[in-house]
């Protein structure tokens, strides 16, 4: 049965599925709507779904790789995805990622909800709403929210101990959730080499994990004054470990699998805190609201006017239209 093509309320949380996590649809969730919203920047990775969850909360999915995953990470529209889900009222966003893991207590399967984020993409990908005559630098010092961060990362942790523990293993063996950790986001598509991933691991003790998807995500959705969080799913110990079969999509894919329906459980209970009322400015992101607007360097006469309006389309509480008399074309 087709879905309307509308939906009349703004959505104030968006979930964006990676790589084994395409849909929702059978976990509970109930989808009301399918849209297609078009963006300054084009269309979006895949039409958005609007889904309520068991308790009634409207949300948002998108699937990063598109409905058949064929996208490749360099080919992710990451501009038209952030833009798209804004423009529907997204002030929050819950994104999932596949990830290699770069330290022996970070099990495949556990999950990981890292604090910060190392670039090595190698500029192929757009990362910015900025540029084309308007200058602008917003704070990336933290890259993922804390407050978004706390609440999964203690939600999370509860859900996971509460799984009961397979037939004739030890509880040590339970799927974990590490707090924090830096995620390596690499350009891809082809996995690390070992010398790569033996490198990763040395830049510092905190580096955690590896994927080719947190950026420019996280960035943009700065820029857009989202408020943004990334829960890390542990499919493979990359190939730095001795004695392990290097990472194959067949690894990855079998773990993604095995803990799909665990990840929709977290996010269930996750949007369920979220729903509080506690928690309302945090969901809309007030502690980011007009931060993009502050960050503009290019004085008024500067401004070129295709650039300047594509930053209106996206954020017109923070930006203004031009009078035509001062606006380069």
Known sequence: MS??????????????????????TS??????????VDTPWGAPSSPITILHTPDNTPI??????????????????????IAALRSLGVRSI???????????????????????????TRGFRPDTFFGNGV?????????????????????GTK??????????????????????????????PAFSTRAESHMYRALSPDTA??????????????????AYVMICMSTDYDCWREGEEAVTVETVMGNMRANGE??????????KELAKQEHGDLVAAKHLEGASGWAVCTGVEGRAKEAWEKLVWLLPGSFKPLAESVVLN
Do not use: W
């Open 262 to 271: 665990m990840a929709k459980t977290l996010l269930a209970e996750v949007l």
């Open 209 to 226: 994990v590896i994927n080719m998807s947190a950026l420019p995500e996280a960035k943009l959705a700065r820029e857009a004054e989202l």
């Open 159 to 188: 859900v996971l101990a509460a799984t009961p523990t397979p037939l004739g293993l030890p509880d040590s063996d339970k799927p974990k959730l590490h707090a924090k950790g830096t995620v390596i986001c690499m350009e891809g």
């Open 3 to 24: 879905l309307p093509t509308t939906y009349p309320n703004p959505v104030l949380i968006a979930v964006i599925g990676g790589t084994g996590i395409s849909n929702l």
């Open 135 to 155: 200058v602008g630098h917003v704070g990336f010092a933290d890259p993922f929210d804390a407050g978004l961060r706390s609440i999964v990362s203690a939600v």
């Open 27 to 36: 976990s509970g969730f109930e989808a009301v709507a399918q849209l297609t």
């Open 60 to 81: 948002a999915f998108l699937s990063r790789h598109g409905l058949h995953h064929n996208l490749l990470p360099t080919e992710v529209p990451g501009r038209a995805n």
């Open 94 to 120: 819950i994104a999932f990622s596949a990830v290699g893991s770069l330290r022996l207590e970070i099990r495949p399967r556990d999950f990981v909800v890292p604090d910060q984020v190392i670039d090595r």
